[in-house]
């Protein structure tokens, strides 16, 4: 793994480059090319000097969306390495507040509904009869709700890495601190916040539904394309709270690949109608009751 600062380094060379700004990134290819292993991400920054061609290419207004989203999710990047200064268990930190917790999820996933939404806006005459204020709102809960589901089911990883994201005030309500989230035992003390966590997920969701149910249906490539994570997102959730303790998982908790392929079989036939999608989802979440306890939010 790089040093944090080297980190925070290219991720600044990388914010440049975005902005237009000429900039050499043969350092970052360098540097993270014996590292990688090869895979996606390695082939990714391998042709980034051939992906600023590209959103150099772009139409002036779509390249400034662009600009806009990657300098959101630099800028996130960077929050992270400086927000968490450790990487193991040892030197683990929580982030301060919900608010915090909040900005954090905006920062990485909240600001890409925004730019689909927005992006979508420009190039779709069938979404001109929408409410702009109102999409763009719930286009970043939904960015929020899949990232929340991610936070909820890493919590064990990011903790034996140094980070927690459950806010360290809300942990102090129950009488825990980051570190406690190491020992399984506590899972019965945590419950009620992660009851809690859990709900401002399915809260997110709720409005990522209504942003789904809000596409025409003609535009059923862009439903689907809404509508797989979403069901995807929420098995992963219902699992999580089926959970008996997922503070003691080995792994992320998940849903199996037989489940994924089943989800995005039957959504190639709700996914036209709001009704059907809506009961597909129904299912897939499962009953909510059995793990909500009385609490207060967050």
Known sequence: MLPRAARLLHLETLRAAFEGTATDVGAIVAACEPRDGGGAEAELLARLPEALVRLERLAPNDRVAVRDVLATLTSGMAFDLTAFPGDDAASVVALPTPAELDRYTYLVAGCVGEFWTMIHLAHRRALARWNV???????????KALQMTNVLRDIPRDVRHGRCYVPASALAEHGLAAADLLDASVMPKFRPLFATLLE???AHYAAAWRYTFEIPRREWRMRAACAWPLLIGEATLAALARAPN???AAEPVKISRVTVRAIVARSSVTVWSNRALAAQAARVRGSRRPWLVETNHI
């Open 246 to 248: 997922p503070l003691a």
């Open 200 to 202: 401002k997920a399915a």
């Open 133 to 143: 204020a109102q999409m763009r709102a719930d286009g970043i809960r939904f960015g």
